[in-house]
C-alpha cells in the first residue's frame, strides 16, 4: 500500500518546514497543494519555500505556473494525481503540503458533488458495524456497487458507511458518481498538522508581513500592477497594496490590511480542520522528541 502524508494548517503555522522534515526522515518528495504558490511571480507574497528549502527537499507544483494561465481545482487535481502515481512508483511514501482546502480535499477525496452524510442512515449502518462487524458492509457495498468495492480500501469502515449511504441517498452507485476513479486513488491518506493558540498564531502572521514586505513584497506587487485584473493577483497580500498604488490607502494602512486579512483567511482555515477529526496534531515549536513520536504515530497509522 502505498501512503500520502498530509500536512495541513492556517497560514503562517510552519508546514513547509514539516514537510521537509517528513520528506527527509522518508526521503522522499513533495506536491504542494497551495494554489497560491502556483504563480512563478509570486514568491514573496504567498511565502513560497525558499531556494535553501527547495534543496532540501524536491517540490512539485511551486512556482510551475504565470499568473497570466488560467489553472483550475479540476486540472490541479488530475495534474496532481498523474504526478503522484508517477511518484509511487520510486517511493512509498509521498508528502502532500498546503493550506488550500480544497485543494488538498481534491487529491485526497476528488471534486465529486456527493450529498452530505444522511444521519438516519448513519445511524443504521453504524448498528450494523456494531451488531454484524465490517463484513456485513462489505457484503453490502459488494452488492450494491461491485465495481467500486473492487477497488475501495474495504478495511476502511468509514469508506464503506459513506458509499452505502451515498448509494441510498441517491440510488446510483458510487464508482459512477466519483468524478476521478477511486483506482487512481489507491494509496492511504495520513493527515499531520501544527497547532498553536490563536495568540501565537496571529503574532507569528503579523510577524511574517513584516518580513515579506522587509524581502521586497511592495516590488514584487508593483511588477504585477498591469495584472491585477486577474483571478491569481485578486489575494492577499496583492489586492491590499494595489489599493495603495491607486492612491486608495496609504501604505501603512495597508500593510496592517494584509496583516487583517491574512489572519482572518487563518480563522477560515481553522474552522475548516476543525470539522475533521483525523488529524494528528504537532504544539507549534514542537522538539525533536515531538517530532520522533510523530513518526511514530505515523508508522503505526500506515500500519494499520
Keep these: 500500500m502505498k501512503n500520502l502524508i498530509s500536512v495541513v494548517g492556517p497560514t503562517g503555522i510552519g508546514k513547509t518546514r514539516l514537510a521537509i522534515d517528513l520528506a527527509g526522515h522518508f526521503k522522499t518528495e513533495i506536491i504542494s497543494c497551495d494554489s497560491r504558490q502556483f504563480f512563478k511571480e509570486m514568491k514573496i507574497g504567498t511565502a513560497s519555500p525558499s531556494e535553501e528549502e527547495l534543496a532540501e527537499a524536491r517540490h512539485h507544483f511551486i512556482g510551475n505556473l504565470s499568473v497570466e494561465e488560467y ?3 479540476g ?5 496532481a494525481l ?16 498546503g493550506g488550500s482546502m480544497m485543494y488538498e480535499k481534491a487529491v485526497i477525496e476528488g471534486l465529486h458533488d456527493l450529498p452530505e452524510a444522511n444521519a438516519e442512515n448513519q445511524e443504521k449502518l453504524q448498528s450494523i458495524l456494531e451488531d454484524d462487524g465490517i463484513e456485513k ?4 457495498l459488494k452488492i ?18 459513506r458509499a452505502i449511504d451515498v448509494i441510498w441517498q441517491t440510488d446510483k452507485k458510487y464508482s459512477e458518481l466519483i468524478s476521478v476513479s477511486q483506482d487512481s486513488r489507491d494509496f492511504k491518506v495520513t493527515r499531520v ?8 498564531l496571529y503574532d507569528r502572521i503579523n510577524r511574517r508581513v513584516d518580513i515579506m514586505m522587509e524581502k521586497g513584497l511592495l516590488e514584487e506587487a508593483k511588477g504585477l500592477e498591469e495584472f491585477k485584473e ?5 489575494t492577499v497580500g496583492y489586492a ?49 522528541q515531538d517530532f520522533d513520536d510523530l513518526i511514530e504515530w505515523i508508522d503505526e497509522d500506515i500500519k494499520k
Excluded at 498523474?82 to 503540503?97: A, Q
Excluded at 450494491?144 to 458507511?161: I, M, Q, S
Excluded at 498538522?193 to 501565537?200: F, K, L, N, V
Design 240 to 288: 491590499e497594496l494595489f489599493k495603495y498604488f491607486d492612491g486608495i490607502w496609504d501604505l501603512k494602512f495597508a500593510v496592517e490590511e494584509i496583516k487583517k486579512n491574512s489572519r482572518r483567511y487563518a480563522k477560515r482555515q481553522l474552522t475548516w480542520y476543525r470539522k475533521a477529526d483525523d488529524i494528528h496534531y504537532l504544539q507549534l515549536g514542537y522538539s525533536p
Design 71 to 73: 489553472y483550475s481545482i
Design 82 to 97: 498523474k504526478k503522484l502515481n508517477e511518484l509511487f512508483k520510486k517511493y512509498d511514501t509521498v508528502i502532500l503540503v
Design 230 to 234: 486577474l483571478t491569481a493577483l485578486n
Design 75 to 79: 486540472q490541479f487535481e488530475e495534474d
Design 144 to 161: 450494491l456497487d461491485p465495481e467500486y468495492y473492487a477497488v475501495v480500501d474495504f478495511h476502511n469502515h468509514r469508506r464503506l458507511l
Design 137 to 140: 458492509l462489505q457484503e453490502i
Design 193 to 200: 498538522g501544527i497547532e498553536a493558540s490563536r495568540e501565537e
